[in-house]
C-alpha cells in the first residue's frame, strides 16, 4: 500500500472503472477522522471544530483523552485498492444532531464500516439501526482503544447484536495495515451480496 | 455509475474559465463524487472538493425551513471570502456545478453564464444510474 501523497491523481491511473461510495460511521469520538485521515492518499477534507461547552453535557467524553475537536459536517478521503476499485470514504458525524446530514451523506453509499468501541458499545446501536432503516450493508470494526476491555468474538457479536454474515474485525483507526484490512473486510462482504441497482 | 477518470466534460468547464477572474470548475455527482474538473485543478484536490461541495449542499438545502414554511428548491450557494467567490449551482438532475474566482469577479455575469453552462452540461448529462459494486462502467 503506498502512503506517499500524490499530487496529480497518479495513483487513480487510466485503467481505473469503479469508484465505490463507502461510509465510515459510528457514534461520538470512535475514531472516524482518525480513520479517514490514516487511509486517505490524498489530503483528506476535515470539518472539524473545537468543542464547546454547550456541547460538554451532550457528548460524552468518558475515557477519551486528547480530543478537543469535532467533525460537525463530514470526512472525506480517497483510498485506490488496485486498478480496478477506488474507494471513495466519507465519514458522517455520529451526533444524533446531525442526522438528516447523516442520510444525505449516505446517499449512493454501497455499504458502510461502523467503528465500535468497547467500552460504550451500546452506543452502535443507533447507527446500525440507521443503516438497516436505509438498507446498506455494513461490517463492524471495534476500533481499539489503550485500556479498552477486550472480548472473545461469540461475545462481541451477541452484545453487538451482529447477524452470522456481518463481518467483525478489530483495527487500530491509527494504524495504515489494520485499518485496511477492516476496510477489505467490508468489501469482501460488499462483493459476496447480490449485485444491485442504485439509482 | 461515476466514472473516475473519464473527464469526458472537462473542457466545457475549461471554456466557461475564459471568463476573467474564474479560477476552477469541477462537476460532480449529489451524493458527492467527481465528474469532471477544469484542467486548471488537480484530480487528487477535485476530488476533495466534489467530496466538500455535496455536504455543502446538504447542509445548504437543510437550512430552508429556515425560511419559514413556503420556500423549497435550493438553487445556488455562494461562498464569499476575503478574496474569493465560491459558486455552487444545481447542474441537472442529481449534479451540481461549482466554480471559484477571485473577489474582482463581474457577480452578475458570472450568474448568467454559469446557468449558460448549465443549459449545455445538461444536453451533455444524461447520467445513468450507478451500477453495484464490481460493476463496469
Ligand atoms: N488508542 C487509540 N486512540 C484512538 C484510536 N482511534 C482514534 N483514537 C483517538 O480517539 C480520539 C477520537 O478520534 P476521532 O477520530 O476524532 O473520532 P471521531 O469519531 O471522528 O469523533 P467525532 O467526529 O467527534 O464523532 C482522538 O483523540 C484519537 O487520537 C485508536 O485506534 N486507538
Ligand atoms: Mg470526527
Redesign the interface.
Known sequence: MASAR????IY???T??????LLVVGHFAVGKTTFVGTLSE????R?EETMTQAAEHVDDLAGIQGKSTTTV??D?G?LTLNDQL?L?L?GAPGQHRFK??WK??A?????ALVLADTRRLEESFDIMGLLEELELPYAVAVNDFDGAPRFPEPELREALDLLPETPLITCDARDRVSSTHALIAL?EH??RRP????? | ?????NNRLGWMLDNALQMPETLHAILL?????LMAHSQTI????A??HA??M???Q??A??TAEFCGGAISGWQQTVNEFAGGYVFLVAAGPGAYLAVSATDRVDMEAVSFRLQELVQRLGKELTSP?????????
Open positions: 500524490s499530487s496529480e491523481g487513480v491511473r487510466a481505473v472503472r469503479t469508484a465505490v461510495k490524498i489530503r483528506p477534507l470539518t459536517a463530514m472525506f480517497r477506488v471513495y466519507f438528516q446530514l444525505d451523506i446517499t449512493g453509499a454501497l455499504g468489501v460488499l462483493l449485485v444491485r441497482e442504485y439509482a | 455509475m461515476t466514472e473516475p477518470t455527482s449529489a451524493d458527492g463524487l488537480t484530480r487528487d484536490d476530488d476533495r467530496a466538500a455535496s455536504g455543502l446538504a447542509l438545502r437543510s444510474p450507478r451500477q453495484g459494486i464490481g460493476s463496469r462502467a
